[in-house]
């Protein structure tokens, strides 16, 4: 099953158990519905400067994927197995970092995912710890990597 059709079955579905959004969850803006669907920057990049792989408590893995010029972060890209509030923590998570330079990426924080969501339920505010430690570490791997660039080419997956 492709990626699009992945999306359309869930954009289908009514809100209940399986749906990425449960409702039993309270409330969720629109934002976060919005993004849960169809997540702006979800993908990777064939040969990233920097790049992370985090798993967190709850059992949803982020992978931050960050092409990085003058150090300035160009592209962001991120891929998940989690839950919606997972892909839309993400998806804001990379935008917030592109084009910023790495120092400022490196303040981004989970509050100020939550707040550009519209709001997370207490059960899944760790979806933006989650998004923000993942790019925290893809940032400490470009300044790693920089030391040596020839391990660019080797890929920690």
């Known amino acids: ?27 969720v803006s629109p934002e976060v519905q919005r993004r849960a669907v169809n997540p702006p920057c979800l993908g990777d990049i064939p040969v990233p400067d920097g790049y992370a792989h985090v798993t967190g408590d709850c059992g949803d893995s982020m992978e931050v994927f960050l092409g990085i010029q003058d150090r300035r972060i160009r592209e962001a890209r991120f891929d998940t197995l989690g839950c919606g509030f997972t892909l839309a923590c993400g998806s804001v998570a ?35 710890e989650l998004a923000v430690e993942t790019l925290k570490k893809a940032v400490q791997d470009y300044l790693f990597r920089g030391k040596e660039p020839w391990k660019k080419l080797y890929r920690n997956r």
Do not use: W
């Open 1 to 27: 099953m492709k990626e699009d059709d992945v999306y359309r079955m869930i954009a289908t579905q009514k809100p209940g158990k399986d749906h990425p959004l449960d409702p039993a969850e309270g409330p």
């Open 94 to 128: 990379m935008e917030k970092a592109e084009g910023k330079t790495i120092a400022e990426a490196m303040r981004i924080e989970a509050a100020e995912i939550a707040q550009a969501l519209g709001g997370l339920p207490d059960t899944h505010e760790h979806c933006a």
